[in-house]
């Protein structure tokens, strides 16, 4: 199957600064980009939706201002957690697609903050 | 709105035993149904899935059937191994618009040699 990939794996930051995230689809283009937050022992939470050089669609409840999605080309998005906070602590996944609406979604492995 | 639950975890079996983990889903109109598994240190994987009702999924021994009349699509594999040791997502796909997908918890599911 097609591989998406995260960088980093996990990070650790210090209250108030910036974290980006970038998720690359490696061998397929990635119409749509899909991130998620994943709490322990709780399902993953769709944050955003993204299609290559749109702004991204945000779910009901996530900050966009917090949360700034671009996904600049059709291998590559990133979020940027902006003036992170203990709470934003969290494992962050990203998923990618190729093509139309009903394809299959390809996860990344996901990347882990830690905000101290 | 749509929402997947999923039986908690973690389920422990021994090699070879039976293996059924339960999901039920909320919906409006007709989703696509999902099972997901995530080893240790890998993103998800699909498992298998299924689009209209009546509909089994299955890959790897793994087989769930789309019941729309009890809106469930339980997991089930005759006999696991070791290797089968992960997480296993269910998920619902709306079919229009982005087909964004609505997961379950997760049940971890241990198989001891």
């Known amino acids: 199957g097609a591989v998406v990939s995260q960088h980093p794996s996990w990070v650790i930051c210090k209250s108030g600064t910036s974290v980006k995230i970038e998720c690359r689809s490696l061998?397929?283009?990635?119409?749509?980009m899909f991130w998620y937050r994943q709490f322990p022992k709780q399902s993953l939470m769709l944050m955003a939706t993204?299609?290559?050089?749109?702004?991204?669609?945000?779910e009901q409840g996530v900050e966009k201002d917090k949360f700034l999605i671009n996904h600049a080309s059709l291998t590559l998005s990133t979020l940027t957690v902006t003036s992170a906070h203990p709470e934003d602590s969290s494992f962050y996944i990203c998923s990618a697609r190729e093509g139309i609406a009903g394809n299959e979604q390809f996860f990344g492995p996901g990347t882990r903050l830690t905000v101290l | 709105g749509d929402s997947v639950t999923q039986m908690e975890g973690p389920v422990t079996l021994s090699e070879e035993a039976f293996l059924t983990i339960n999901c039920t889903y909320t919906?409006?109109?007709?989703?696509?149904l999902f099972w997901y598994v995530q080893y240790p240190g890998e993103g998800l994987q699909l498992l298998l899935k299924a689009t209209k009702a009546d509909d089994k999924g299955s890959n790897k021994g793994f087989e769930a059937t789309y019941r729309k009349e009890t809106t469930s699509f339980h997991l089930e594999k005759g006999s696991v191994q070791v290797s089968d040791s992960a997480v296993y997502f269910c998920?619902?796909?709306?079919?229009?618009?982005?087909?964004?997908?609505?997961f379950g918890k997760g049940t971890m599911l241990l198989v001891s040699p």
């Open positions: 919906a409006t109109g007709y989703p696509s």
């Open positions: 993204s299609n290559e050089g749109s702004k991204a669609t945000y």
């Open positions: 998920a619902l796909s709306d079919p229009s618009g982005y087909s964004t997908l609505t």
């Open positions: 061998d397929f283009q990635a119409t749509t």
